[in-house]
């Protein structure tokens, strides 16, 4: 099998079609550097998987020759192209044809133990291979007119990459490899995730599992901004847990998001236990994921871009919306481990661990230096009422509970319902079933209660300038009690979301406060 996929992935036809690479070739052959493509663009050639990304690296400057290749583009076409210089990186990039072409001169790396910052020198084609982080990230394609698009490939990475493997070019050393960039860890990991597609998983080689667990603790040196990076990839994945399981496998979760790691292990008393919160709550993560995918074929989600890949292998550019609610998924049961109670008579509780969830989100998006806006707050909403729709299953779906539901969670309701059903996980599938029938009725009601009574954006009818001019009276706290009287009399329905039914019910109470109408 491995014989047969290493056949057909060292077919390079087709590879360097893109009219950039004839222009990189001529254009380095005048200037007599030698030039390549490298990285994920020959990674992805080989996987079928489409890139708009190009990286070229550059025995010698890959300034000088980014502007070159730009001016050679002016020449023969008339929007040409700008080239982006970035001085302090020794980088430049440019657009041609929807495509980004990054170019950097070829180096060689060192690092201070105490920083993942390296010390840069000039260096060949070789030295910059010995830098990558993995192998099936270290292959380049030569642009040299003699054996244009030729795989250079000096550690294996075609071998691996059809095995399935995520290994480090220095083999015999992944210490020095982690230890030099920890980063590079989460990389490993995030890579194992998103390369992986269902009878093609990719994993990490035994002896950097190991070399992981030994240079965990290199993660301090790691800025909040990069791990959070990393985080965000791979929740972006097709099957996130993977990427978690990982994380807990080689001791990173502790150092990454040790709140998450808190969920693990289930405590038994008196012959009773309850289920591991941890891989419950990356199951949860998983099922919302999956439940994207159905969307974007239903046509229910929108702002997805559908990709397929050689094999058929279909994923999507996912937007931000559906960042944040895998965020939220991640973090549903984070409240569990700060709640977590035994009772004799019912056995274990978890009372008030969404509150508590809540609670707890804006600290750990401080600690990992993501936005504290709107985007925090939609994912600690989602924390804070994703139980709520699963307790309306067990409990009769009363018009005034969907109301309070629709009202609290806004526009965010078709997402919060999305959360939740992914939340019915259970070992029992009749359980399942059942609670998902059940569901099913909280949808409809939902459906139904706000095709009547237009609660999703509610407005109150009365405004505190209405109650002012209607009695006279300046700001004060009567004011907002009759406005709170009235909302809570039509999330209740006992009044209709109108104008006049509001306006009958305050001068109602008012008139119970002691309040005269002078109008």
């Not at 025995?59 to 023969?76: P, Q």
């Not at 099936?136 to 795989?151: H, P, R, T, V, Y």
């Not at 210490?175 to 995030?190: H, I, K, N, Q, W």
């Not at 693990?264 to 419950?280: A, C, I, P």
Request: contains cysteine.
């Amino acid at each position: 099998m491995l014989k047969k996929t290493l056949k057909r992935m060292t077919k390079t036809e087709g590879f360097l079609e893109h009219p950039v690479f004839g222009i990189v070739s001529k254009t380095a052959g005048e200037l007599g550097v030698r030039a390549f493509v490298i990285g994920g663009y020959v990674r992805d050639c080989f996987l079928g998987r489409p890139s708009n990304d190009i990286d070229i690296v550059v025995e010698g400057s890959g300034i000088a020759l980014a502007t070159a290749v730009a001016e050679r583009i002016k020449k023969t076409e008339r929007h040409g192209c700008r080239v982006s210089v970035f001085k302090n990186f020794g980088t430049a990039m440019l657009k041609y044809h929807g495509t980004e072409v990054e170019f950097v001169g070829a180096r060689k790396e060192s690092y201070h133990r105490d920083s993942r910052k390296p010390i840069v020198e000039d260096g060949t084609l070789e030295d910059d291979q010995k830098r990558r982080d993995f192998t099936i990230n270290a292959m380049a394609f030569s642009l040299q007119k003699e054996d244009f698009g030729a795989l250079v490939d000096p550690f294996g990475g075609i071998r691996d990459l059809a095995a399935g493997l995520i290994r480090t070019p220095l083999e015999l050393a992944p210490d020095t490899t982690y230890s030099d960039d920890p980063l590079r860890m989460l990389r490993a990991v995030r890579f194992a995730a998103k390369l992986s597609r269902p009878g093609a998983e990719f994993h990490i080689v035994e002896e950097s599992l190991e070399s992981m667990k030994r240079m965990r603790d290199r993660m301090t040196i790691l800025s909040k901004e990069r791990i959070a990076e990393e985080l965000n990839k791979m929740l972006l994945c097709s099957r996130p847990s993977m990427a978690f399981r990982l994380l807990d496998e080689t001791g990173l979760l502790e150092y990454v998001l040790p709140q998450l790691a808190k969920l693990k292990g289930v405590e038994t008393v008196d012959g009773r236990g309850h289920k591991d919160n941890f891989s419950h709550t990356i199951q949860v993560v998983d099922n919302v994921a999956a439940e994207e995918i159905q969307g974007i074929e239903e046509g229910i989600l929108l702002n997805y871009t559908p990709l397929e890949d050689g094999d058929g292998f279909a994923e999507s550019v996912r937007t931000e919306p559906y960042l944040w609610l895998r965020w939220a998924a991640l973090l549903h049961d984070i409240g569990k481990p700060a709640s977590k109670r035994y009772d004799p008579h019912i056995g274990w509780t978890f009372h008030g661990h969404e509150a508590i969830g809540g609670r707890m989100v804006p600290k750990i998006f401080q600690q990992l230096k993501m936005p504290l806006n709107e985007k925090m707050k939609y994912v600690q909403k989602l924390v804070t009422l994703h139980h709520r729709p699963v307790a309306l299953v067990d409990e009769e779906v009363t018009d005034s509970a969907v109301r309070r539901l629709l009202f609290d969670a806004g526009n965010e309701i078709q997402d919060l319902m999305l959360l939740c059903n992914a939340d019915i996980t259970s070992k029992n599938p009749a359980k399942v079933e059942r609670i998902k029938k059940n569901f099913l009725l909280v949808k409809e009601k939902l459906v139904e209660v706000e095709a009547k009574d237009q609660i999703r954006n509610f407005k109150n009818p009365i405004t505190g300038e209405y109650v002012m001019d209607v009695y006279g009276i300046p700001p004060c706290k009567e004011i907002g009690e009759l406005k709170e009287y009235v909302k809570n009399a039509i999330l209740d329905g006992i009044i209709d979301n109108t104008f006049e039914a509001a306006d009958k019910y305050m001068r109602v109470r008012a008139e119970e406060m002691g309040l005269k109408a002078q109008k």
